[in-house]
């Protein structure tokens, strides 16, 4: 099972920008998909991005389209979220996650699907 580490977040102000890292530690990360899920305060965990195991197919939240990007590296064994155009209701703990992959097309959007999950990295933006 993977080994997850987010980094990257931290204090902006709308508008700014931040870019996630997760970095990831295990023989198994280029055959997971991995996602993007975010908690806010008092509230459940929303999925946010996901990416297949090649990056042939991606799916964002529409909260977050348009705004954020997701990539990985599988020589590097990192996920990345680029995310700018930040709002204040982007303010949360981000968690990214890796699920079991069947094919390089595949990805997952609910959080039961994933089996290994970082500690989460804290996103605040001001107003």
């Known amino acids: 099972q993977l080994q997850l580490v987010e980094s990257g977040g931290g204090l902006v102000q709308a508008g700014g920008s931040l870019r996630l890292s997760c970095a990831a530690s295990?023989?198994?990360?280029?055959?997971?998909?991995m996602g993007w899920f975010r908690q806010a305060p008092g509230k459940g965990r929303d999925f946010v991005a996901t990416i297949s195991r090649n990056s042939g197919a991606i799916y964002y939240a529409e909260s977050v389209k348009g705004r954020f990007t997701i990539s990985r590296d599988n020589a590097r064994n990192t996920l990345y979220l680029q995310m700018s155009s930040l709002k204040p209701e982007d303010t949360a703990v981000y968690f990214c996650?890796?699920?079991?992959?069947?094919?390089?097309?595949?990805?997952?959007?609910?959080?039961?699907?994933?089996?290994?999950w970082g500690q989460g990295t804290q996103v605040t933006i001001s107003s």
């Open positions: 295990g023989r198994t990360f280029d055959s997971s998909a």
């Open positions: 996650a890796a699920a079991p992959s069947f094919g390089g097309t595949y990805y997952y959007t609910q959080a039961d699907e994933y089996n290994a």
